[in-house]
């Protein structure tokens, strides 16, 4: 893998500085014991699988029973493979898996907010990490397209009610098995892909990085936005995430725990990404004008100023040789709206209420995405 040396400006004066100022840990806290091999490393128990179930035709038949298309014409080493994976480890505590489940319901709309305009945004600047996305033809598809789908992969594994297990696992699972056919997918169409430059695509280690979107970064983000969560639902939206990316086909003890395992690893993977390149700015572009109206918000100059509105949380969160570098524009008053989502989350909230009505807005917005795709 190609070091890139610039990326120390991310850990001296940028969000990875942030990241371990949140945490009270120093550089010097952080574990360096990982192998740049993680970066060629991937599911591919998972591939072989995939690669006869498409070659066979299996893998639509496959693909419409995680859509709920009900069919006896699943093939048995599926059938093994689902229900080998089904079974719950050891390890997994459900109570802090249900705690991290109910902090993303009541996160509301500063979670989207987050996720959108930092976590997916700011993840634009790592160049090796967009590849696989623009091999997949995700610019052709459109920011509406991204954002639906990440929104109901995170809302269909992030919830607390009782029929979420079922919801969560086959969520992970159709991913997983999506994952396994892109990858096979660019192998075939791209046969000289730069392995030492990019890493195999959807690799373990950018697996776990992406990890760090749904934890570091979103729980980073929460806290800059003044909503408050205990130490014991922050290990719970760590422990969630592990088992997800457990379930996501990545090897359990490669997965972070906490923040000190994460920022350990993601100051690792950082060493090696490239600097964002044309895609990666139009994936930037693309994303700041995607400005989709919410029919939560009832006033209309509300709806008509989405786009404002997203572009003050990415220029409140990221930091700013990262928004030069994917040229995020400025904006007029840029603390006017995080000073009010703020000053709304001082506010006394009953939980419980908070759970429900974030839960709602999340599915709200879910469904505004959808019936907006062209």
């Known amino acids: 893998m190609i070091e890139n040396k610039k990326n120390i400006k991310f850990w001296k004066s940028g969000n990875g500085k942030d990241f371990l100022d949140w945490a009270g840990l120093t550089k010097d806290d952080l574990n360096s014991d990982f192998s740049t091999s993680l970066f060629e490393e991937y599911d591919e128990k998972c591939d072989q699988f995939t690669q006869n179930w498409i070659q066979s035709g299996d893998f639509k038949i496959i693909m419409k029973s995680l859509h709920g298309f009900s069919t006896l014409e699943l093939p048995e080493n599926y059938i093994q493979f689902r229900d080998e994976l089904?079974?719950?480890?050891?390890?997994?505590?459900?109570?802090?898996?249900?705690?991290?489940?109910?902090?993303?319901?009541?996160?509301?709309?500063?979670?989207?907010?987050?996720?959108?305009?930092?976590?997916l945004l700011g993840g634009y600047t790592f160049a090796n990490l967009t590849k696989p996305l623009v091999a997949t033809g995700s610019l052709e598809k459109g920011a509406i397209h991204?954002?639906?789908?990440?929104?109901?992969?995170?809302?269909?594994?992030?919830?607390?009610?009782?029929?979420?297990?079922?919801?969560?696992?086959?969520?992970?699972?159709?991913?997983?098995?999506?994952?396994?056919a892109s990858r096979l997918m660019i192998e075939e169409k791209f046969p000289h892909w730069d392995i030492k430059k990019y890493g195999v695509p959807?690799?373990?280690?950018?697996?776990?990085?992406?990890?760090?979107?749904?934890?570091?970064?979103?729980?980073?983000?929460l806290n800059q936005l003044n909503f408050e969560f205990s130490e014991r639902e922050e290990a719970?939206?760590?422990?969630?995430w592990k088992y997800i990316t457990y379930l996501l086909g990545v090897p359990i003890d490669l997965i972070p725990n906490d923040k000190k395992e994460a920022l350990s690893f993601f100051y690792f993977w950082t060493k090696y990404q490239l600097a964002p390149d044309e895609d990666a700015l139009k994936l930037t572009d693309s994303l700041l004008n995607e400005d989709t109206p919410i029919s939560l918000f009832y006033l209309k100059p509300i709806n008509q100023s989405m786009g404002y509105v997203h572009k003050s949380v990415a220029n409140y969160l990221i930091d700013a040789n990262i928004r030069k570098d994917l040229q995020i524009p400025s904006v007029v008053m840029p603390h006017l709206i995080p000073n009010i989502i703020q000053l709304k989350n001082k506010m006394t909230f009953n939980k419980k209420k908070q759970i429900l009505e974030g839960r709602k807005h999340q599915a709200i917005i879910l469904n505004d995405y959808k019936n907006n795709i062209k």
């Open 146 to 180: 991204r954002l639906y789908n990440t929104l109901k992969f995170w809302v269909e594994v992030t919830r607390s009610n009782t029929s979420t297990n079922d919801l969560r696992f086959n969520a992970c699972l159709q991913t997983r098995l999506i994952h396994s």
């Open 236 to 240: 719970g939206v760590f422990h969630l």
């Open 202 to 221: 959807i690799n373990h280690a950018d697996m776990i990085a992406t990890h760090m979107a749904f934890t570091v970064y979103y729980l980073y983000g």
């Open 86 to 119: 089904r079974i719950i480890p050891d390890w997994v505590d459900t109570d802090l898996i249900r705690l991290g489940s109910q902090l993303s319901e009541r996160s509301g709309l500063n979670g989207l907010l987050i996720l959108r305009n930092f976590a």
